[in-house]
């Protein structure tokens, strides 16, 4: 997880070309969480889903709910880079970063070791290219592109279970939409802002006062 702040100062100090040259892949800057409204079903019914444990006593098998819930927080992480991921089967607690006073956002790029064409994955587990361990983002929930068409960026959800939306819309399953500098991407309950290499620069900028 990367924040803002540690390159603000560097985005004051040279040209957007300059920028670009050393950064040319988009970002996602986390934004919060969305509870309720952004979700296709109830964040509650997916974790009493996953918090069910299945019992077989004698022939008969029955659903019992934790008494104690493994993941009772918030489980965030965007670390395509040093590769360490949190998730449901964890007993960690994490908090969402603040966007207003401590910004965070993940380089959108194929994760070191995978192949550099094709698809860059988003999703819940490790072998994605972005990984997002929230327990409402699917394993292979997203998919962001190029444009074969023209320059620009292109988002696909990928039939994961909580849904993505793009602004207010949800997206039809494996059906790509072009991402525009600035838009909202919801991901299970995890909001984003989709930015450009260009977009970022400028982006650092305003933030830094410019």
Known sequence: MLKLDNFRKEARSITEGQFIARYSHPVLVVQGLVQGELLKQSVSEEMERQETLRM??????????????????????LDP?????????????????????????????????RPASGGISIGRVAQCDVVVADFTVSRDHAEIRRNPDEPGWMLKDCGSRNGTKLHDEWLEPDVPVALNNGVTVGLGRVSFAFFTPAGFYSRLRVAAGE
Do not use: C, E
Request: proline residues 15%; aromatic residues 8%; without cysteine.
């Open 56 to 77: 077989k006593p004698g022939r008969a098998t029955v659903a019992t709910p934790r008494t104690r819930p493994r993941h009772p927080g918030t489980m965030l992480l």
């Open 81 to 113: 880079v040093h590769g360490g991921v949190f998730g449901p089967d964890t007993d960690a607690t994490f908090q969402a970063p603040s966007p207003l006073s401590n910004p965070v956002f993940v380089w959108i790029r194929h994760k070191k070791g």
